[in-house]
């Protein structure tokens, strides 16, 4: 069984930074692609950034400029800088993998539970 656990979401003015992580736990051989999506309310999950394992990252246009990812392999962790956030990125902001698990070395995408940010006076 494979665990991402989201941190660091929280309440944030307009024009302020937070920076997100997610840490992967478990049957865990190799994870290759890692990503953020956010759901705002009534709204439809929508991409924020993919990282791929070497590190090269696409970014919606949304968060082009404004919001880097990063990843540390060893730890794996995948982190969320976002700075400059606006009022509309209020969300629950989710991270997922694509993982290869040691018991069978099959591919399972795995999703965290979600961390609220809050962008607001």
């Known amino acids: 069984q494979v665990q991402l656990v989201e941190s660091g979401g929280g309440l944030v003015q307009p024009g302020g930074s937070l920076r997100l992580s997610c840490a992967a736990s478990?049957?865990?051989?190799?994870?290759?692609?890692m990503g953020w999506y956010r759901q705002a309310p009534g709204k439809q999950r929508e991409l924020v950034a993919h990282?791929?394992?070497?590190?090269?990252?696409n970014y919606a246009d949304s968060s082009e400029g404004r919001f880097t990812s990063s990843r540390d392999n060893d730890k794996n962790t995948v982190y969320l800088q976002m700075n400059s956030l606006k009022p509309e990125e209020t969300a629950v902001y989710y991270c997922?993998?694509?993982?290869?698990?040691?018991?069978?070395?099959?591919?399972?995408?795995?999703w965290g539970q979600g961390t609220l940010v809050t962008v607001s006076k």
């Open positions: 478990g049957d865990i051989f190799k994870i290759f692609l």
């Open positions: 990282i791929s394992r070497d590190g090269s990252t």
């Open positions: 997922n993998a694509q993982v290869m698990v040691k018991k069978n070395f099959c591919q399972r995408k795995v």
